[in-house]
Nanobody, 126 residues
Framework: QVQLVESGGGSVQAGGSLRLSCAVS????????MGWFRQAPGKEREFVAT????????YYADSVKGRFTISRDNAKNTVYLQMNSLKPEDTAVYYC???????????????????WGQGTQVTVSS
């Protein structure tokens, strides 16, 4: 069974930074793309960022581009999301997820990910 455990959420003021971590118990972690999604109250879960299985490429939602950075450490089976210049509209529960198929290219759809973490709350106050 694949398990994902997020950490690093919390409350910050606008302009502040947080770093989310996601530890993955998957023997073949390095073969799968990883993604971060978020869900605000009353809204659907939305794509935030993804990183290719190799770590060589990344892709971001327009709303976070230039402020967030996704990275992975395949030796530690961990993916990170560095969030800078946070805004109140970034407030949401953040989820990490691992792609349903190995290797491949860009994956930004919720249905392209098969295992999810429990989520970590990020609250940004103005």
């Amino acid at each position: 069974q694949v398990q994902l455990v997020e950490s690093g959420g919390g409350s910050v003021q606008a302009g502040g930074s947080l770093r989310l971590s996601c530890a993955v118990s998957r023997r073949t972690f390095s073969s799968y793309a990883m993604g971060w999604f978020r869900q605000a109250p009353g809204k659907e879960r939305e794509f935030v960022a993804t990183i290719w299985w190799s770590g060589g490429r990344t892709y971001y939602a327009d709303s976070v581009k230039g402020r967030f950075t996704i990275s992975r450490d395949n030796a530690k089976n961990t993916v990170y999301l560095q969030m800078n210049s946070l805004k109140p509209e970034d407030t949401a529960v953040y989820y990490c997820a691992t792609a349903g198929l190995p290797y491949g290219g860009l994956r930004i759809g919720v249905d392209e990910y098969d295992y999810w973490g429990q989520g970590t709350q990020v609250t940004v106050s103005s």
